[in-house]
T-cell receptor, first 114, second 115 residues
Framework: DQQVKQNSPSLSVQEGRISILNCDYT??????FLWYKKYPAEGPTFLISISSIKDKNEDGRFTVFLNKSAKHLSLHIVPSQPGDSAVYFC?????????????FGTGTRLTIIP | EAGVTQFPSHSVIEKGQTVTLRCDPI?????LYWYRRVMGKEIKFLLH????????ESGMPNNRFLAERTGGTYSTLKVQPAELEDSGVYFC?????????????FGPGTRLTVL
């Protein structure tokens, strides 16, 4: 039973355009959501996060949108750059003080075409 | 500041053998997590230490897996005896105790192949 789903295994976007990565979740107890970026042979690197009390969080070229009623979040990257080519993981946690384990999706491989 | 380190980076063993993976968290991080990614699937939680205590080991697949965290510093994950389905990439992550939200810092992973 996968509680965090990334239905697009891959996505190709032209350099300079907007990349939109999507994520759906089923567990209504999740109250904090994160995006991680992963290059080959490296560990996931934290990118951006959002609390369930917000519907948008922006950090430079990266913006995360949260739609709680639809249990959906998305990551927007604009403009997309070649260095953004990586696998992006959506993750969620239910803030249970003392243990905030992350539940991950299967990842979306983003390829930026020069 | 040094990041999370893991050793070895790769390990190839035969079914039935024993393997021990090591993780050194970022200095001062009380929280230490183990995760595993199998065959391009999702990254799955295995267990969580707070200092030297196991806070949650609900993700451990079975009793062939044993995790320890000596003195609340580095951690080891032993698989004994290894089975084919144990192959995958094992990630370690750490975070400070004072952090309100859970932005975990990941190591590069250990790729385990069981033949």
């Amino acid at each position: 039973d996968q509680q965090v789903k990334q239905n697009s295994p891959s996505l190709s976007v032209q350099e300079g355009r907007i990349s939109i990565l999507n994520c759906d979740y089923t567990n209504s107890m999740f109250d904090y959501f994160l995006w991680y970026k992963k290059y080959p042979a490296e560990g996931p690197t934290f990118l951006i996060s959002i609390s369930s009390i917000k519907d948008k969080n922006e950090d430079g070229r990266f913006t995360v949108f949260l739609n709680k009623s639809a249990k959906h979040l998305s990551l927007h990257i604009v403009p997309s750059q070649p260095g953004d080519s990586a696998v992006y993981f959506c993750a969620a946690s239910a803030r249970d003080f003392g243990n905030e384990k992350l539940t991950f999706g299967t990842g979306t491989r983003l390829t930026i075409i020069p | 500041e040094a990041g999370v380190t893991q050793f070895p980076s790769h390990s190839v063993i035969e079914k039935g053998q024993t393997v021990t993976l090591r993780c050194d968290p970022i200095s001062g991080h009380d929280n230490l997590y183990w995760y595993r990614r199998v065959m391009g699937k999702e990254i799955k939680f295995l267990l969580h230490f707070v200092k030297e205590s196991k806070q949650d080991e609900s993700g451990m697949p079975n009793n062939r897996f044993l995790a320890e965290r000596t003195g609340g510093t580095y951690s080891t994950l032993k698989v004994q005896p290894a089975e084919l389905e144990d192959s995958g990439v094992y990630f370690c992550a750490s975070s400070p105790a004072w952090q309100t939200y859970n932005e975990q810092f990941f190591g590069p992973g250990t790729r385990l192949t069981v033949l």
